[in-house]
């Protein structure tokens, strides 16, 4: 037993280092190096904005303002809602906000890559986009946003992502921890991957789509429960990199409950789960025929981090248990040193990943000093609640559901 546990605990963190090796570069390059600000747009595209909205009659006037607020020229911009099975004035009040306004109902296809799909198959605008950009109704835009991703389409990207912050970071430490994540990956990996010419992956919201892959595919064709991810690794798999632009800001609301919070992650759980059960075979076969980067980038970013982690825990934890019931001293001392080990391994590494994001990110983080510091000491609790989750997603059937939100205004510099 403790030749085999220790064997299995030495191969499992040695899968991991070599698995993520690559992005502890990352983090050493996004300290190194700034984002190179791209070129003057040659020409201002025409956009249509996309918003999914369900029941979100306190947040969609916010958006919709903050569009109606870009210093990009109005006459280039349509703002159109889906009212996605929606029992409240969310219509009504993106209607009197100025923006076009689509009805649906139907409650067998529900998610926002249903409520899409509609949504451009009955676009009520009259002048055809070059391209889309989808939020979702809790965000809010910098003042500059369509203008800085309006010279990442000018550059050639037919698909990009944005800087994602947070509308209530100091709220708790659940907020905080998503903040955290969002920030980071916009640093961190998204940025980055830019820097080094490989494709960014798309994560939830604040991000454009060429109307030509929309044409071609017919509309939106993701419908996976983490429709974002999917749409990142069929750009990969067929050979389309997705930009990133760090000077367009887009602002989102953060759940706040732990209750909330569990059912949105055990939505992503299960949706990383059905993606890779997709695709991760097409992305094994790019990385070994065309030894493709950004598929395996995309893959590690699917599924085997949480994968090992749970892995390691649980089998730490088993032996753990049968020591106990063998009642061998020596044996349960060595389960729960790995055990504790193990635990304060991942600790160490995720508090190091969310305290250099805090410091990197200072200025971006609208909090107090103290509540910046007291939440790099729990945002790696908050990624260890991902361990249940997990495993419950592997057993559990996971629909969508909305999450409520209340509403933050944003004043900008």
């Known amino acids: 037993m403790e030749l085999f546990l220790t064997s299995i605990n030495r191969a499992l963190f040695l899968?991991?280092?070599?698995?993520?090796?690559?992005?502890?570069?990352?983090?050493?390059?996004?300290?190194?190096?700034?984002?190179?600000?791209l070129p003057a747009a040659s020409r201002q595209y025409r956009y249509c904005v996309l918003i999914a909205a369900r029941n979100e009659e306190r947040v969609i006037a916010n958006l919709i303002h903050s569009i109606r607020e870009q210093t990009y020229p109005q006459a280039l911009i349509d703002i159109c809602v889906v009212?996605?099975?929606?029992?409240?004035?969310?219509?009504?009040?993106?209607r009197e906000a100025s923006a076009y306004v689509v009805e649906r109902q139907n409650a067998s296809l529900v998610g926002?890559?249903?409520?899409?799909?509609?949504l451009l198959k009955n676009l009520p605008v009259t002048q055809a986009p070059d391209a889309y950009l989808v939020f979702d109704a809790d965000n809010i835009l910098d003042p500059h946003y369509i203008e800085e991703m309006n010279k990442v389409y000018a550059a050639g990207y037919l698909a990009s992502t944005s800087y994602r912050n947070s509308c209530n970071y100091d709220t708790n430490w659940i907020s905080a921890g998503y903040a955290q994540w969002f920030l980071r990956e916009s640093r961190f990996l998204n940025q980055?991957?830019?820097?080094?010419?490989?494709?960014?992956?798309?994560?939830?919201?604040?991000?454009?789509?060429?109307?030509?892959?929309?044409?071609?595919?017919?509309?939106?064709?993701?419908?996976?429960?983490?429709e974002d991810v999917?749409?990142?690794?069929?750009?990969v798999l067929h050979g389309i990199t997705i930009g990133y632009c760090g000077r367009a800001i887009v602002y989102d609301e953060q759940p706040v409950t732990f209750r909330q919070s569990w059912n949105q992650r055990l939505r992503w759980c299960k949706g990383f789960y059905q993606v890779l059960a997709r695709y991760g075979g097409g992305l094994l076969h790019t990385i070994l025929k065309q030894r493709c980067f950004a598929a395996f980038d995309m893959l590690m970013a699917i599924a085997p981090a949480a994968l090992i982690s749970v892995s390691t825990l649980l089998i730490n934890?088993?032996?753990?248990?049968?020591?106990?019931?063998?009642?061998?001293?020596?044996?349960?001392?060595l389960c729960a040193d790995n055990l504790l080990g193990s635990l304060w391994g991942y600790y160490q590494v995720l508090f190091v990943l969310g305290a250099v994001t805090v410091v990197i990110e200072w200025k971006s983080i609208r909090t107090s000093a103290f509540k910046?510091?007291?939440?790099?000491?729990?945002?790696?609790?908050?990624?260890?609640?991902?361990?249940?989750?997990?495993?419950?997603?592997?057993?559990?059937?996971?629909?969508?559901?909305?999450?409520?939100?209340?509403?933050y205004q944003i004043n900008h510099p």
């Open 15 to 37: 899968l991991f280092f070599v698995l993520y090796f690559y992005q502890f570069f990352y983090l050493f390059a996004g300290l190194a190096k700034k984002e190179k600000p």
């Open 83 to 94: 009212a996605d099975n929606c029992t409240d004035a969310t219509a009504r009040i993106a």
């Open 112 to 118: 926002k890559g249903y409520a899409l799909d509609y």
């Open 192 to 226: 980055v991957r830019m820097q080094l010419g490989t494709s960014c992956a798309i994560s939830g919201t604040g991000f454009m789509v060429a109307a030509s892959i929309i044409e071609k595919n017919n509309g939106w064709i993701h419908h996976l429960l983490t």
């Open 230 to 235: 999917e749409f990142s690794v069929d750009c």
């Open 317 to 333: 934890t088993v032996c753990l248990v049968i020591s106990l019931l063998a009642e061998s001293p020596a044996l349960i001392t």
């Open 372 to 407: 910046k510091i007291l939440y790099s000491f729990t945002f790696p609790l908050f990624m260890f609640t991902y361990v249940p989750i997990a495993i419950a997603a592997f057993r559990k059937n996971v629909t969508w559901s909305p999450i409520a939100h209340t509403g």
